[in-house]
């Protein structure tokens, strides 16, 4: 479980006058404003958002990736900040940037992050061979991952992140340039999840994902929650009945949904 209070962050960005001055202003951006929000275990929880909403920012402060400004949260009842190594050895995080090592084989990128997380040598070889079988990755597994497709390097990555069964997953648009097969394969994953009564929450802004997968979403714009709720509620809050009017009317603005 997630709960999430009063969670804020602030970067700092250099502006030019002109083209043509040398001197650059420095002015404080609110990447996040006191966003706060519950995600239940055995629930999918979306986070939605237009781009540059602050949706990346609040999954890398949940992953410890990144220190608030302000704010709390609790992850499995562990303190996102005074208990950052109790998060990080339990919770399941499959980021924007992938990094695969390209050199490594599937097996062998799999197995690394399962020793990383300190787990004894015979359940990560049974956890990567379960993984690799339920992600259809048997065929190329033993094949460096240079050269994968982006749907096979996602499958490989979201392995890593599930490697050492954690209860809490925090997935970054985790359907991203994969085609309609891989896009399939990803939200079984998901509800497989959910099925095991993990916590799942995902960022993304295709509303069929949203409407096929989530339980509950959280809907951001310029790092503000907007609403929180069933996506029956953010029907019946705006009046409408299409997933995608409602999620205009509620940012307020369909500029920069495509930015």
């Not at 540059?52 to 992953?63: I, Q, Y």
């Not at 939200?187 to 802004?205: D, M, P, T």
């Not at 069933?230 to 009046?239: F, K, M, N």
Request: charged share 25%; hydrophobic share 40%.
């Amino acid at each position: 479980m997630i709960a999430v209070e009063g969670l804020s962050k602030q970067f700092s960005v250099r502006e030019r006058r002109s083209v043509f001055s040398l001197r650059a202003n420095t002015r404080m951006v609110n990447a996040v404003d006191q966003v706060s929000f519950t995600a239940h275990d055995g629930e999918v929880t979306g986070l939605l958002g237009p781009n540059g909403a602050g949706k990346t920012t609040t999954l890398r402060m949940l992953s410890t990736l990144l220190t608030p400004d302000a704010g709390k949260a609790l992850i499995d009842g562990a303190d996102l900040i005074r208990e950052r190594g109790t998060i990080r050895r339990t919770l399941g995080v499959l980021g924007d940037a992938k990094g695969l090592y390209w050199r490594l084989s599937a097996r062998e990128n799999i197995e690394y992050f399962g020793k990383l997380q300190g787990l004894p040598s015979k359940l990560v070889a049974q956890r990567t061979n379960t993984l690799i079988s339920e992600l259809g990755l048997s065929e190329l597994a033993d094949r460096p991952t240079q050269g994968y497709s982006q749907g096979e390097r996602m499958k490989v990555a979201i392995a890593r992140a599930l490697i050492h069964d954690p209860q809490t997953v925090l997935l970054d648009e985790p359907t991203n340039g994969l085609d309609i097969m891989s896009t399939r394969s990803m939200r079984e994953l998901i509800r497989g999840l959910k099925a095991q009564g993990k916590c799942v929450l995902f960022s993304s802004h295709i509303m069929q994902e949203v409407a096929a997968l989530c339980d509950r979403i959280v809907i951001i714009a310029s790092g503000r929650v907007v609403f929180s709720g069933t996506p029956q509620e953010v029907l019946e809050t705006t009046g409408l009945t299409s997933l995608e009017d409602a999620f205009v009317k509620l940012i307020g603005t369909d500029e920069g949904l495509f930015a």
